[in-house]
């Protein structure tokens, strides 16, 4: 057990719809990055928050969004969903600290299926 | 660009050893990290190697050759509980710090 939660667990969506998937970070760290891990692939980065700003940003559309509160929890955000975007989403949680980013730590992750 | 090869698939037995390898071309480098991943679970931690050699943990120890472009995870003494798949990951040298990923190495240890 790493700290970090994510929910839901599973989530079913149409086509075109939107979707809201949300993290909490490990005590204590002030960084949290999202993957999307497709079947039998590994896992690919999307962006990373720290303290609420976006830290940096993978080769994702902009439909992929997020955002980091205060107390460091997360959502991602994706909009006009289309069939690939069916994948476990992972969040990972670290501490930033003199420019150096320490280990990171993931979340069980939320299995999204696109129908 | 970048790059990072591992074997798609692995066999080995109960007991035994084996090597998982790994090789990556990125344009910064700031350590590589191992992790294990059992299906429909998330990447837990294993290893880090920012410097050239040997690091061991038990049965699980990861070599690096930064020169090479090259890192290894040898399992000794194998478990079933060892089945699962090696993801091998390349930190990012720029201020994100983002994991790099190879596709992963789905290793099948039977009795």
């Known amino acids: 057990e790493t700290g970090v939660t994510q929910s839901p667990t599973h989530l079913i969506k149409t086509r075109g719809q939107q979707v809201t998937l949300r993290c909490s970070s490990q005590?204590?760290?002030?960084?949290v990055s999202w993957y999307q891990q497709a079947l039998g692939q590994g896992p690919q980065f999307i962006f990373q928050y720290y303290r609420e700003e976006e830290n940096g940003r993978g080769n994702f559309p902009p439909r992929f969004s997020g955002l980091q509160f205060p107390n460091y929890s997360s959502e991602l955000n994706v909009n006009a969903l289309e069939l690939d975007d069916s994948a476990l989403y992972l969040c990972?949680?670290?501490?930033?600290?003199?420019?150096?980013?320490?280990?990171?730590?993931f979340g069980p992750g939320t299995r999204l299926t696109v129908t | 660009g970048q790059n990072i090869d591992q074997p798609t698939e692995m066999t080995a037995t109960e007991g035994a050893i084996v090597q998982i390898n790994c090789t990556y071309q990125?344009?910064?480098?700031?350590?590589l990290f191992w992790y294990q991943q059992h299906a429909g679970e998330a990447p837990t931690f294993l290893s880090y190697n920012v410097l050239d050699g040997l690091e061991e943990k038990g049965r699980f120890s990861s070599f690096l050759s930064r020169s090479k472009g090259y890192s290894y995870l040898l399992l000794k003494e194998l478990q079933m509980k060892d089945s699962a798949s090696y993801l091998c990951a390349v930190r990012d040298l720029r201020a994100t710090g983002k994991l790099i990923f190879g596709q992963g190495t789905t290793l099948q240890v039977k009795p």
């Open positions: 005590s204590g760290h002030n960084t």
């Open positions: 990972a949680s670290s501490t930033r600290g003199s420019g150096i980013l320490y280990e990171q730590y």
């Open positions: 990125t344009s910064g480098f700031n350590g």
